[in-house]
């Protein structure tokens, strides 16, 4: 069992950056690909980046790609979202999950665990 819990989120204005945090517990966190999925009100969850066990993979939306950056300090137990040149549209609640597998993951149901999410809100 894996627990998750997620940091680092807060209000950004336009082109301000934030990073978010995934902290692990429970057991060894470098056996697991990681991946960041977001949920903004009234719509569904939408896939952001995922990183496998050994941060040698990465794979991003379309819609993040040149902006945001995953990475992972496994000796930390945490991977990290680095979010530049935010965007109106990046308002949602975030959550990091991991899965057991060796490949990067695009979709949130591929996924066994999950944190409870971080808030980013955009403030105009």
């Known amino acids: 069992q894996v627990q998750l819990v997620e940091s680092g989120g807060g209000l950004v204005q336009a082109g301000g950056s934030l990073r978010l945090s995934c902290t692990a517990s429970?057991?060894?966190?470098?056996?697991?690909?990681v991946g960041w999925i977001r949920q903004a009100p009234g719509k569904e969850r939408e896939f952001v980046a995922a990183?496998?066990?050994?941060?040698?993979?990465?794979y991003y939306a379309d819609s993040v790609k040149g902006r945001f950056t995953i990475s992972r300090d496994n000796a930390k137990n945490t991977v990290y979202l680095q979010m530049d040149n935010l965007k109106p549209e990046d308002t949602a609640v975030y959550s990091c999950a991991a899965t057991g597998g060796t490949g990067v993951y695009s979709f949130p149901r591929y996924y066994d665990y999950w944190g409870r999410g971080t808030q980013v809100t955009f403030s105009s």
């Open positions: 429970g057991r060894t966190f470098s056996g697991y690909a």
């Open positions: 990183i496998n066990w050994s941060g040698q993979s990465t």
